[in-house]
């Protein structure tokens, strides 16, 4: 938590992301072109939401 008062976006992801090849995958989407990341984040709250629905209709 002391990255929220000090430290940078970059720390806290090094700190909250555990998978450091995910967090090399968004290191370089970070460098995308804004509508090339808008693309990116499209499909991950797509593949989120499918994966969300599929969890509760297998409840």
Known sequence: MDYLMN???????????????LL???????????ERKKVVKELLEAFIFRA????KLAQ
Request: charged content about 25%; cysteine-free.
């Open 7 to 21: 430290g940078s976006t970059t720390e806290a992801a090094n700190n909250n992301i555990a998978d450091k090849e």
């Open 24 to 34: 090399s995958l968004f290191k370089k989407v970070s460098t995308l072109s804004s």
């Open 52 to 55: 969300d629905i599929q969890e």
